[in-house]
Nanobody, 126 residues
């Protein structure tokens, strides 16, 4: 059983930066991908970024490329999402999730992520 706990959300002005963190415990070899998803009110949950534990491969949604950076610490228990140049449309509840690779690749589909955290709120004011 994988446990995921997010932290670091908050309120920031447009153009500002914020870093959210996810502490993972109970990880198994099969859950190689650690992803961030977000969900705004009235919208579907969408993929943001993911990183693999085994080789630090990454994948980003087009909407955040060049602004967000995902990374993990050396102990491989915490994953960070550094968010720069934030926009009001980045406002959402950000979820950490653990899942498997699909044919060796990182998936952006929620169905491939089995474990989820409770989420941390990120609000960007205009």
């Amino acid at each position: 059983q994988v446990q995921l706990v997010e932290s670091g959300g908050g309120l920031v002005q447009a153009g500002g930066s914020l870093r959210v963190s996810c502490v993972a415990s109970g990880r198994t070899i099969s859950e190689d991908a650690l992803g961030w998803f977000r969900q705004a009110p009235g919208k579907e949950r969408e993929f943001v970024a993911a990183i693999t534990w085994s080789d630090s491969s990454t994948r980003y949604a087009d909407s955040v490329k060049g602004r967000f950076t995902i990374s993990r610490d050396n102990a491989k228990t915490v994953v960070y999402l550094q968010m720069n140049s934030l926009k009001p449309e980045d406002t959402a509840l950000y979820y950490c999730s653990a899942g498997t690779r699909v044919l060796g690749r990182i998936s952006s589909t929620t169905s491939w992520y089995k474990y989820w955290g409770q989420g941390t709120q990120v609000t960007v004011s205009s």
